[in-house]
C-alpha cells in the first residue's frame, strides 16, 4: 500500500481513486485567535474561526504539523509521499523532513519522498492528483519524487482577496487603506511566486472586474495542463462564474472547485479565492 499524507494546506479531506493501492491523509494545522485555538480537521467551523478572526484586533498565529505527527503518518508499511505547503510560509516542511529522518534511523530502508509544493491549497492538491496518477501508472518512488518537483515548478497559483484583515493586522496594508478598499469593493490580486512566496499584483474593483483579471493572469503565464483548481472561501458564486470564464477561454479545460478548509479560510478570508493552474 502507498501512503500519500499532505498537511491540512491541500484543502482536500479525501483522495478518489487507487482504493486499495493508495491510502491518503491529512494532518491539521492549528490556527490561534486570542485564546482560542481552532484545529484544521473535518471538525473545525469556518465560519466561526473567521468572525473570530474578524472580531479580534491581534494577528492570529498559525501552528504547523510537529515532526511527531509527521512520523506517525509515515509509519505503516510501504512508501510515502508527503506534501506540506510552501516552505517560505511555514515550518511544516521541515517538520516533515525531521521525522523522516527520525524514522530512517529505525527504519534506514523506509522510502519516504516529501515534496514541498511551494504553494498552497488547490496547487498541492494538483501535485496530491498527480502523484496518484504516477502511483497508478506503476512508476518507482525516485520517478515520482523528480517528476513532482517538476510539476511543482510548472503549476503556478494566484489569488483575490476581497478582505483585508489579516493584512491590516500582519502591517502590510494600511488601516485606513485596506478598510476603505473593502468598503469599495476592491479585490486584492497577487500571485504565489517562484520562491513560495506571496506577492501582491494589483486590485480589481467588483467581481466581473476581479474574474478579468484573475483571466488574463492565467493567460500571460499560461497553463501547466488540462485541469485548473479552484478553493474559495464561502464564495461559490465567484467561484462559479470564473470557473464558467476560465472554460470559456481555454479550450479544453477542466475546472475543479473545491472549499478552502481552515488553515487556507485563514489565508484568503471571507469570499477570498485561491487558483492552482
Not at 46 to 60: D, G, Q, R
Not at 191 to 219: C, H, P, Q, T
Not at 227 to 245: D, G, P, R, V, Y
Amino acid at each position: 500500500m502507498w501512503h500519500i499524507v499532505s498537511d491540512s494546506c491541500c484543502d482536500l479531506y479525501s483522495l478518489e481513486g487507487g482504493e486499495g493501492i493508495v491510502d491518503f491523509a491529512t494532518i491539521p494545522f492549528s490556527i490561534r485567535i486570542g485564546d482560542r485555538e481552532y484545529i484544521d480537521d473535518e471538525s473545525i467551523s469556518v465560519e466561526e474561526m473567521l468572525t473570530a478572526n474578524e472580531n479580534h484586533s491581534e494577528m492570529a498565529q498559525t501552528a504547523c504539523p510537529a515532526p511527531g505527527q509527521w512520523r506517525e503518518k509515515f509509519e505503516p508499511e510501504g512508501p510515502v509521499l508527503a506534501f506540506t505547503i510552501s516552505g517560505a510560509l511555514s515550518g511544516s516542511y521541515n517538520s516533515a523532513c525531521i521525522a523522516k529522518q527520525m524514522l530512517l534511523e529505525d527504519e534506514p530502508d523506509k522510502q519516504i519522498a516529501i515534496i514541498d509544493s511551494k504553494a498552497t491549497g488547490p496547487e498541492v492538491a494538483m501535485l496530491i492528483m498527480k502523484a496518484r496518477d504516477l502511483i497508478l501508472e506503476g512508476r518507482t518512488i525516485g520517478e515520482i519524487e523528480t517528476a513532482l518537483n517538476r510539476e511543482a515548478d510548472r503549476i503556478h497559483t494566484v489569488f483575490a482577496l476581497a478582505s483585508y484583515h489579516n493584512l491590516i493586522k500582519s502591517g502590510r496594508v494600511n488601516r485606513l487603506i485596506g478598510l476603505i478598499a473593502g468598503h469599495l469593493g476592491f479585490w486584492g490580486i497577487g500571485i504565489g511566486s517562484d520562491e513560495g512566496e506571496i506577492n501582491i499584483r494589483g486590485k480589481a474593483r467588483g467581481d466581473k472586474s476581479m474574474i478579468r483579471f484573475l483571466v488574463e493572469e492565467i493567460r500571460k503565464v499560461g497553463t501547466a495542463g488540462k485541469e485548473i483548481l479552484i478553493s474559495h472561501c464561502m464564495n461559490e458564486k465567484c467561484a462559479q462564474a470564473l470557473q464558467q470564464q476560465l472554460e470559456e477561454t481555454f479550450n479544453g479545460i477542466r475546472v475543479i472547485l473545491m472549499r478552502t478548509r481552515g488553515l487556507d479560510s485563514f489565508y484568503a478570508e471571507r469570499r477570498g479565492l485561491i487558483v492552482g493552474f
